[in-house]
C-alpha cells in the first residue's frame, strides 16, 4: 500500500481500517433492527478484504513478472471460472454447457480485448497487463452476464413453446429453423441490460471506469475516450459471446434426426 | 395393392416414472393409397406416439419406415416429414396473420423453391373448413376450433402425401367436424393416405380401425364404439 501510481493519494492500513467502520454502522443498524443480515455482511466484508486483496498482489506480481504467458493464462483463468459460473446458473440447461460458454467466452475475450488493446489503443508490448488485464476481465465479466442470461432464456422459451416447435418440425422445420424466434428473443434478453447502461451512461451515473481513471489523476476527456471505448467494447462481447455461445448450444435440446428434446423424453443428462 | 405407408417392428421404450415404458412393442402397419385408418385405444395406450413414429418425430424409437417402398433411411428427416405430415393435437399458431400461419411451411428450406399458394387458393382452402375469417386477421386472436383449422389447413396446402391427425375434431363443433372430416375423405380420394386418432364415436370415414393397447396394434373389433376395452 505504499507505492502511488500517478496522481492518487494512497490509503493507508489505518483508512481501510476507518472504512470497516461504515459496515460495523450497517451491522449494527441490522441487530437494532433484526434484519438478519449481519452473518452475511460481515462475511461479505471478509471476502472483500480477501478477495480483492488479493487480486491486488497478483496483480502487482504479474505486472513485475510482465510476461507473455502469464497475461494470456491469467485470462484463460477468468474464462474457467466465468465458465463455471455460467454453468452453475443454468441449472435446466442440457449437458455440454460448460464446454461451450467456455469456448464462447475465450474467443470473445481474446478477439475483443486485442482487438481493443491492439487496434484502437496500441499498447506496447501486445500483452501489456496493466492494460490487457483489466480490459479483458471487463471483457468476459459482461460477456458472462450476457452468455447466461441468453442461455437461461433459451431452454426456458424452448420448454415454453414446445407445442410450436413440434409443429414447425412436422413440417420439415430444421432445429436452427424450428428454435429461430427462441433464439431471437433469447439474444434480445441478453443485450438488454448492455443497451439500458449505455443509454444511461454519463445521465444517471459516472461509470465506474471513468471514475477510477479521474480518481487516478487524468484528464476528465481522456477518461471519457476510454469509457467510450469501454462501453462499445462491452456491448460487442455481450453480442459476440451471446451468439457465439447460442449457437453452439441450442441444438443440445434437439435429436441428431432434428426432434426437440420435450420434458417427456429427456433421459438424464440431456 | 402396394401400401404407401408401412411400417414395421416400431419400439419405442420412454421413461416413464417408474422407469422405462415400452410403449410400442412391436408394432407394424400398412397403409394404402386412399385408406383412412383410425386408432383407437385407452388414454395413454401410445397413441400419439405411434403418429410421432410415423411421422420421424420420436426420439429413440426404432423400427423400420417406408413410403412408396423407399426406406426411410435413404430420406432426410426434414423431407420424411414434409411427406409424411403430423397434425399435432395443440394447434400451434405463430405470430401474424392467418395467412403468415397458411403460408409458413414455405418459409422453410425443405420447400425451397416449390411455389407457395395464391390468395386464391388460401381463400378457397379457409371456405373448405367453413371458417369464416379474413385472411389478414390477426390469428393470436382465433378461437381454439378456428386455430385447429387453421393448423389442418396448414398441414393440407403442402400436399403431404400421408396426413397423420391426432384428434383433427376434439375441439370442434359438429358442422366444423363435418367439414374437416370432407377434407379428409377428398384428400384420401385423391390418393392421400390417413392416420387418424381419434376420441369421439367413429364418424363412418373410416376404412380400418385398428386398436393400440399394451404396446401392440390389433383390428378394432367392434365398430363405431370408441376406446373399445377388453
Known amino acids: 500500500m505504499t507505492s502511488a501510481a500517478g496522481g492518487v493519494i494512497p490509503i493507508g492500513w489505518q483508512g481501510l481500517a476507518l472504512a470497516t467502520l461504515f459496515v460495523v454502522f ?15 455482511l460481515a462475511i461479505a466484508t471478509v471476502r472483500t478484504y480477501v478477495q480483492l486483496l488479493a487480486l491486488g498482489f497478483i496483480l502487482r506480481a504479474v505486472f513485475r513478472i510482465n510476461s507473455p504467458w502469464l497475461v494470456v493464462g491469467l485470462i484463460l483463468l477468468m474464462v474457467l471460472f466465468a465458465a463455471q459460473i455460467v454453468l452453475k446458473r443454468s441449472p435446466d440447461a442440457p449437458r455440454g454447457i460448460f464446454g461451450s460458454a467456455f469456448v464462447a467466452m475465450a474467443l470473445t475475450g481474446f478477439i475483443v480485448t486485442f482487438a481493443v488493446t491492439g ?10 497487463p496493466q492494460y490487457v488485464i483489466p480490459l479483458a476481465g471487463m471483457v468476459i465479466g459482461n460477456s458472462m452476464t450476457g452468455i447466461a442470461l441468453a442461455i437461461e432464456r433459451v431452454y426456458a422459451d424452448f420448454d415454453a413453446r414446445e407445442d410450436e416447435l413440434l409443429a414447425l418440425t412436422a ?12 433464439i431471437r428473443d433469447a439474444l434480445r434478453a441478453g443485450l438488454i441490460p448492455t443497451i439500458t447502461s449505455m443509454a444511461a451512461a454519463g445521465l444517471v451515473f459516472i461509470p465506474g471506469m471513468m471514475s477510477g481513471q479521474i480518481l487516478a489523476g487524468a484528464d476528465p476527456v481522456t477518461a471519457t475516450a476510454y469509457q467510450i ?19 453452439l448450444t441450442y441444438h443440445r435440446r434437439f435429436t441428431a434426426d432434428g426432434v426437440f428434446l420435450e420434458k417427456g423424453y429427456r433421459r438424464e443428462g440431456r | 395393392m402396394t401400401s404407401l405407408l408401412s411400417a414395421s417392428a416400431l419400439v419405442a421404450v420412454l421413461p416413464g416414472d417408474s422407469g422405462d415404458v415400452r410403449v410400442l412393442d412391436g408394432v407394424s402397419i400398412a397403409l394404402a393409397p386412399g385408406e383412412i385408418i383410425d386408432i383407437v385405444g385407452p388414454s395413454g395406450s401410445g397413441k400419439t406416439t405411434l403418429l410421432r413414429a410415423l411421422a420421424r418425430l420420436l426420439p429413440d424409437a426404432t ?8 426406406s426411410a433411411e435413404t430420406v432426410s428427416a426434414s423431407k420424411w416429414r414434409a411427406a409424411v405430415a403430423l397434425l399435432p393435437q395443440k394447434p400451434a399458431i405463430v405470430g401474424g396473420t392467418v395467412r403468415d400461419n397458411l403460408l ?9 423453391g416449390v411455389p407457395q399458394p395464391d390468395i386464391t387458393a388460401l381463400e378457397a382452402a379457409v371456405d373448405s373448413v367453413r371458417l369464416d375469417v379474413a385472411l389478414d386477421r390477426d390469428a393470436s386472436r382465433l378461437s381454439v376450433g378456428q386455430s385447429a383449422r387453421v393448423a389442418l389447413l396448414r398441414v393440407l396446402l403442402t400436399r403431404p402425401r400421408v396426413l397423420l391427425l391426432d384428434e383433427p375434431d376434439a375441439a ?21 393416405g390417413v392416420v387418424r386418432v381419434r376420441h369421439h364415436v367413429a364418424d363412418g370415414l373410416a376404412t380400418r380401425r385398428l386398436h393400440l393397447e399394451g404396446g401392440t396394434l390389433a383390428d378394432a373389433l367392434v365398430a363405431r364404439v370408441p376406446a373399445v376395452r377388453p
Open chain 2, 172 to 192: 370442434l363443433d359438429e358442422a366444423s367436424a363435418a367439414a374437416v372430416g370432407e377434407l379428409t375423405v377428398r384428400f384420401a380420394a385423391e390418393g392421400g
Open chain 1, 171 to 182: 413440417l420439415g422445420a430444421t432445429p436452427w429453423e424450428a428454435s429461430h424466434g427462441s
Open chain 1, 119 to 128: 487496434v484502437i489503443v496500441q499498447v506496447k508490448p501486445w500483452y501489456l
Open chain 2, 63 to 70: 423400427g423400420a419406415l417406408a413410403l412408396d417402398g423407399i
Open chain 1, 229 to 247: 471505448v469501454v462501453m462499445l467494447m462491452v456491448a460487442a462481447a455481450t453480442a459476440l459471446g451471446s451468439v457465439i455461445a447460442l449457437m
Open chain 2, 104 to 112: 409458413l411451411p414455405w418459409t422453410l428450406k425443405v420447400r425451397r
Open chain 1, 26 to 40: 450497517v451491522g449494527v443498524v441490522s441487530i437494532r433492527l433484526s434484519l438478519g443480515i449481519t452473518k452475511d
